[in-house]
């Protein structure tokens, strides 16, 4: 039992979190995930809606921290617009909402203060596309008769990149990929996570859409540079704003930004992906 106790000490110093609250959390994540979807999609809506706002509040927490001082509720209510307006009105809703509250946005800041205007709106205008915009595409991968599947898809590319990078990190990691950055993060975890990625691109595509393992193994390629780079903006964001964590909400990752980063920026290129696809090779 002390063997395993020092066993486990070394991988969370090694790693830098706590090992078993992190898996805890991520399974208690998957259940309220696929059960929201594959229970009542309306359910998934309201879901994401409540990680994205919380997101958003996070968000505006840590620029405080960084002292950018910005209002938490213009900001949760310009992202659950941008947010319903993508479940409703598809790929429409997302791009009008989205131009349209950015400026309304803008003139309420400045009504509000004019001091540090630039830094304030920008600030604000990046938080709201951050989460809600790049947030709403997850909302039309689910939204459609194969939603439930688009979100496994999703899930499984995230995960098999981030679960197979993190433990080829902590276990084989000695090549730092971004050291200013992510000092965590190593070349060998990037390979670990690509190789999964190549394996469950292609198990997913070719199973649950009967779709060619090689276009599987592509949208897997993809997927490790999206998360990866995900990952890093969000690294570099609490570089930026000195903290560590955004916030201590899910014992042994963090804050919802810390499980959202590889989210936003995969899930796009994963919509993109299935409009090729549904376009050319369906």
């Known amino acids: 039992m002390a063997d395993l106790h020092s066993i ?12 078993l609250p992190s898996i805890l959390v991520s399974f208690f994540l998957l259940v309220l995930i696929f059960g929201s979807i594959n229970l009542a999609p309306k359910l998934f809506l309201v879901l994401i ?5 919380l997101g958003v509040r996070e968000l505006t927490h840590a620029y405080r921290a960084g002292g950018i001082e910005l209002p938490d509720l213009p900001l949760m209510i ?11 009105g598809g790929t429409q809703g997302l791009a009008v909402s989205t131009g349209l509250i950015f400026p309304v946005l803008m003139v309420l800041l400045l009504a509000i203060s004019q001091k540090d205007f630039i830094k304030r709106s920008t600030s604000a205008v990046f938080a709201v596309f951050y989460l809600a915009f790049l ?3 997850i909302l039309l991968l689910a939204n459609n008769e194969a939603g439930a599947k688009h979100i496994l898809a999703l899930v499984i590319l995230i995960s098999s ?13 000695k090549h730092k990929l971004a050291p200013s950055i992510s000092p965590k993060k190593s070349w060998e975890g990037l390979i670990g996570g690509l190789i999964a990625s ?8 070719h199973l ?3 779709t060619a393992w090689y276009v599987g193994s592509a949208v ?18 609490k570089r930026d704003l000195a903290i560590k964590d955004m916030s201590n909400l899910l014992p042994g990752h963090g804050g919802i930004m810390d499980r959202l980063d590889s989210a936003l920026f995969t899930a796009p290129a994963v919509w993109f992906a299935f409009e090729l696809i549904n376009r050319y090779l369906n």
């Open 208 to 210: 649950a859409f009967e």
């Open 135 to 137: 947030g709403g595409f």
């Open 161 to 173: 990149n981030d679960t197979f990078a993190y433990f080829a990190g902590v276990l084989f990691g």
């Open 49 to 53: 809606c409540l990680v994205i706002l």
């Open 8 to 19: 486990n000490d070394a991988i969370n110093k090694r790693a830098g979190r706590k090992l």
């Open 220 to 237: 897997g390629v993809m997927t490790v540079v999206t998360a990866t780079c995900g990952d890093l903006i969000e690294s570099a964001i």
């Open 78 to 88: 310009a992202a659950l617009i941008i947010l319903l307006a993508s479940w409703f």
């Open 198 to 205: 190549l394996i469950g691109g292609a198990l997913v595509f």
